[in-house]
């Protein structure tokens, strides 16, 4: 009866999302918020038919968390579509580095003042937090390879990157706290955990995404081979990076980021541009199979093809994965030991930390007023932080004190997840009504 139960309750979500998916799109409401509604409902604190434990489901949350990040990562890395010499590219990184540290070290400083933790603890509650999630931040990324939008921009690079900056600074706490090797003079830290573990895992990313993607175009090209199963493709990738990054101690997340992007730039330097884009949808729209085959395997539109078919099967998977995660999160709040300190400790992440790290970060830096705003807006937090969560209680945290971090990541997870997906859709929609004005005024 319980799995009829929940076939019953999953399967009328997700028709729900289906039928609703354009109306809730201009209302002030995001999907997550009703995922979260229902992990609330299937949880001990209503129906009692899902039961989530922070500490005791560790291991689980965890692995879970992880393969969602890594779909979104993929994902965002494949919108990504300008050269690396793009100025574009400078919002992203400033952000993934330079407002990364400057949040860590704020909300570092704001634990140790007030929260009364450890160094290390307080370092690691500012690497748990200060990433952006690439998965329920969908709304404010780019929606197409084609958006030149530099704040969508912004925010889909940086919920890429910063997934991977966050790590050094999560062993850096979890060292401190004495269970995680940092070296003498924390030397090791810095030659394994920062710069090899950084340089290696974008760079096996991008050399398998690169290596793939051009294995793929020629079996297709030169012998009408590997045609179709382009799921398996995304999966395939993903996986072989993230495996690699890891047995060579390097960061999983930034080889599947980078491996995104290298797909999508190798189809940019082989395929024909516009004209490559206007033939692909107009061959996914033919429900003939032997002409998506044929556009498959052509010299010039085989690569906008390919990557195109990876995109829509990985995005597709992103959002199932989204359900699973969010549902989750609501389903383990009952086990949640909250602190009162929260009440501060959020406001103070989002409203003042946030924008101040934004402005310090994008100094200099030729973008509007309103993309600068939003930006600092939109820091949404969410499945990033709570794998870096999982990942540190299962590295030996002291109970009490992982009691309190779990208390405080879960309560700035749901704020967010409540006042991004409240403020979301009016805030982007006037963003937009302000470029379509400014577009026409010149």
């Known amino acids: 009866m319980e799995f009829a139960l929940w076939s019953v309750i999953v399967g009328l979500l997700l028709v729900l999302m289906a039928l609703a998916g354009t109306v809730l799109k201009r209302l002030p409401l995001s999907t997550a918020m009703l995922y979260l509604l229902v992990g609330l409902g299937v949880s001990p604190l209503a129906l009692d038919m899902l039961s989530v434990d922070p500490r005791l489901d560790a291991h689980v949350l965890e692995r879970v968390a992880e393969v969602v990040v890594l779909l979104s990562l993929f994902t965002a890395g494949l919108k990504l579509s300008p050269g690396l010499h793009d100025r574009r590219w400078a919002l992203p990184v400033r952000l993934a580095l330079n407002s990364m540290i400057v949040t860590i070290t704020l909300i570092a400083g704001a634990a140790y003042l007030f929260l009364d933790l450890p160094v290390g603890a307080c370092i690691l509650l500012g690497a748990i937090l200060a ?41 850096l706490g979890l060292g401190l706290l004495g269970v995680h090797e940092l070296g003498p003079l924390g030397m090791r830290w810095l030659a394994v955990d920062v710069l090899w573990a950084t340089v290696a895992g974008l760079a096996i990313g991008w050399a398998l995404g690169t290596a793939i993607g051009r294995l793929v175009l020629f079996l297709r090209r030169e012998h009408k081979e590997a045609l179709g199963l382009d799921d ?38 082989q395929s024909a541009g516009e004209a490559s884009t206007e033939s692909v949808e107009q061959a996914m729209a033919d429900p003939d199979l032997t002409v998506q085959e044929t556009m498959a395997s052509h010299p010039q539109h085989g690569p906008a093809f390919m990557a195109q078919a990876v995109l829509g099967f990985n995005e597709h998977a992103e959002r199932i994965g989204e359900v699973a995660i969010v549902i989750t999160i609501g389903a ?35 973008v509007s007023r309103n993309q600068r705003w939003l930006i600092g807006w939109f820091g949404i937090r969410g499945v990033g932080s709570l794998y870096y969560l999982m990942y540190a209680v299962n590295h030996g945290l002291e109970p009490r004190l992982a009691d309190q971090l779990i208390g405080l990541t879960v309560s700035v997870v749901v704020t967010s997840i409540v006042v991004h997906g409240i403020s979301v859709t009016p805030l982007m929609a006037a963003y937009e009504r302000a470029l379509s004005r400014g577009r026409a005024g010149r």
């Open 131 to 171: 990433p952006t999630d690439p998965v329920l931040a969908s709304e404010v990324q780019l929606q197409e390879p084609g958006d030149r939008d530099k704040l969508r921009f912004a925010l889909t690079g940086e919920g890429g990157l910063n997934d991977g900056t966050a790590f050094p600074f999560v062993m």
């Open 332 to 366: 383990l709040l009952w086990a949640v030991k909250w602190d009162s300190a929260a009440l501060w400790f959020v406001p103070l992440l989002l409203l003042v930390i946030r924008p101040v790290a934004v402005r310090l970060g994008l100094a200099k830096v030729s």
């Open 232 to 269: 398996f493709l995304a999966l395939g990738l993903i996986g072989l990076s993230y495996g690699c990054a890891l047995l060579l101690h390097a960061y999983g997340f930034l080889a599947v980021f980078a491996a995104g992007v290298a797909l999508r730039r190798l189809e940019q330097r």
